[in-house]
Nanobody
Framework: QQQLVESGGGLVQPGGSLRLSCAFS????????IGWFRQAPGKEREGLSC????????YFGDSMKGRFTMSRDNAKDTVYLQMNSLKPEDTGVYYCAAGPYSVQSMCAPYEYDYWGQGTQVTVSS
């Protein structure tokens, strides 16, 4: 059974950092496009950082560049999202997802078939 489980969310002050983890089971990660997404209150789900296995290409949302870093531990089948310099507008539910080997729009949520349950991140003083 294919499963994704996020962890690492919580309450953090503005300017702080968090590292989110996404543990995959039932996947061979080399065959899937992997992404991190966020859904802020009252807003649509948006892509933050996504990586293609086809060519290694990586997408970063404009507001995340320089602050968020996506990495992967193949031995643990786990993907991470390191978030630094957090802002109140980063508050939301964060999801990891897996999509097909080749997608048209790398970080478009509709391209992804498998989703975790989400982890809440709240940035507030």
């Amino acid at each position: 059974q294919q499963q994704l489980v996020e962890s690492g969310g919580g309450l953090v002050q503005p300017g702080g950092s968090l590292r989110l983890s996404c543990a995959f089971s039932g996947f061979t990660l080399d065959y899937y496009t992997i992404g991190w997404f966020r859904q802020a209150p009252g807003k649509e789900r948006e892509g933050l950082s996504c990586v293609s296995p086809k060519n290694g290409g990586t997408y970063f949302g404009d507001s995340m560049k320089g602050r968020f870093t996506m990495s992967r531990d193949n031995a643990k089948d786990t993907v991470y999202l390191q978030m630094n310099s957090l802002k109140p507008e980063d508050t939301g539910v964060y999801y990891c997802a897996a999509g097909p080997y080749s997608v048209q729009s790398m970080c478009a949520p509709y391209e992804y078939d498998y989703w975790g349950q989400g982890t809440q991140v709240t940035v507030s003083s």
